[in-house]
């Protein structure tokens, strides 16, 4: 895809640095709307720009439907992440290909006028003819209603089973479990806890880490029946080592959400000094260790299990292209990464790795900013699970498991809430560590501004 005369929104004195997502429609929680799927790279100081090829799964663009609605955006790249428009249009995966065959200029519009045009110079869909096949391949006869739905190659599987109707209430209805483990950042970036404002803070109200945890944790405790959790935290200091995985609370795992919430709160007790730098490859590893072990576990027992991480963090992870290496290298686990991004820093790297899987691997990563959706638990829930159906259901096509055969089940609900207590705390502050003694408080459960 190139463009020819975009408008520069640059200034007088540089040239936009371009770059284009491309968005599919998403029926989310308060509507329709646009979620982004993919980001090509920046094109630096060029208002006639030429992007690389780049390959999408339809799966991941259009469930397969080449007649979907799918938006191109244009934007200028800024490092502080606050990125500009420079114009977007709405087209089809069977409209890019009919274009890249005409070379017929699409107009940018924004705000109802051209800023310049875009032509297609190349379009191919790759894999349909796969796809028809092995839909048919992965039709469950009636005889043998437990036999896998196999497909010999994991690259289209999720595509094959959106356009098969293989979903992720087949799964879950045939009693597939929800493993849910939390990692939580402890790197000295995140300020005092003494004090209002920081992103730690111990005293009255909800800090963000307990919201994105109590909003989150709330839906996804549903689909696990025993409701225990590990819980683990990074760049914090323990007998003078950084450890970039240790374990939060005093057990290896917590029961519910108050569990979780109350493992937060006794770390602060363990005299652990606030450090850094920001590294969560450690955690990734560890809990795609368990979910591997958790599912071999479970299919020796014609059971099934899948486990979604949740790493709250305040800042940029220090080194994201051995993050990105990490993630690629756990895609084949049963396993999905969601990213919290608590705070003000700037995150644009963190959005790269939400864009990292490599062509025939799993997109396992989902990034999402607390504070875009910090208003709304329910905003905050949709946009942070709504990958998480189809990578399930990507992983286990692709190792030709078919989903179990519906169970009569009845999720047990829990009464939360933790009595609260007085905890003296003392800090010591240097000039990049915070040295936690003692401290905190009471949680419960809810998007609310109070510990009662």
């Known amino acids: 895809m190139k463009g020819t005369k975009l408008k520069n929104v640059e200034g007088m004195f540089g040239k936009s640095d371009p ?46 439907d080449l007649d979907r609605p799918i938006l191109v955006s244009v934007y200028d790249f800024e490092s502080s992440g606050k990125h500009v428009s420079m114009g977007q249009f709405e087209t089809t995966v069977n409209a890019l290909v009919k274009a890249s065959e005409t070379h017929e200029p699409i107009h940018l519009k924004q705000k109802g006028k051209d800023v310049g045009t875009i032509t297609i110079v190349n379009a191919v869909v790759d894999g349909m003819e796969e796809v028809t096949q092995r839909m048919a391949q992965a039709s469950v006869s009636p005889s043998a209603p437990y036999a896998p739905a196999v497909i010999p190659s994991a690259r289209y599987a999720p595509a094959a089973a959106a356009a098969g109707g293989i979903n992720f209430v087949d799964y879950t209805s045939g009693g597939c479990e929800l493993n849910v483990a939390v990692a939580i950042d402890f790197t000295g970036s995140n300020g005092d806890p003494r004090k209002p404002g920081t992103l730690h ?26 409701q225990k959790f590990p819980v683990v935290g990074f760049g914090a200091k323990y007998a003078g080592t950084v450890r970039h995985c240790f374990q939060v609370g005093a057990t290896d795992e917590v029961h519910g959400v108050s569990g979780v919430l109350d493992a937060y709160h006794q770390v602060f007790k363990t005299g652990l000094i606030m450090s850094g730098p920001t590294v969560f490859t450690e955690a990734i590893q560890t809990i ?83 504070n875009k959706h910090k208003n709304s638990s329910i905003a905050l829930t949709s946009e942070t699970l709504n990958e998480i159906p189809d990578q399930l259901v990507g992983y286990f096509q692709s190792k030709g498991i078919a989903p179990l055969p519906p169970l009569n089940r009845s999720d047990s609900t829990m009464s939360i809430g933790v009595e609260e207590e007085e905890i003296d705390l003392t800090l010591e502050i240097g000039e990049d560590e915070i040295v936690v003694t003692g401290g905190g408080e009471g949680f419960v459960d809810g998007f609310s501004n109070s510990r009662n």
Request: hydrophobic fraction near 40%; glycine fraction near 6%; aromatic fraction near 8%.
């Open 19 to 64: 770059f284009f997502e491309l968005s599919r429609k998403q029926d989310a929680a308060g509507g329709l709307t646009w979620d982004n799927v993919h980001r090509s790279e920046k094109v630096k100081n060029n208002l006639n720009p030429e992007w690389a090829n780049a390959i999408v799964e339809l799966s991941t663009l259009c469930d397969a």
């Open 201 to 226: 803070y111990l005293g009255a109200g909800m800090n963000d880490y307990e919201k994105a945890i109590s909003a989150i944790m709330g839906i996804l405790q549903k689909y696990d029946s025993d």
């Open 288 to 370: 795609a260790a368990r979910a591997i072990s958790a599912q071999e576990a479970a299919a020796r027992t014609g059971q099934q299990t899948y486990t979604i991480l949740l790493i709250l963090t305040d800042g940029a992870v220090s080194d994201p292209q051995a993050t990105a290496v990490c993630l690629d290298q756990v895609s084949d686990a049963p396993l999905s990464v969601v990213i919290i991004g608590v705070g003000d820093a700037d995150f644009t790297s963190m959005k790269f790795l939400d864009d990292s899987s490599k062509p025939g691997k799993r997109d396992i990563a989902q990034f999402v900013e607390f």
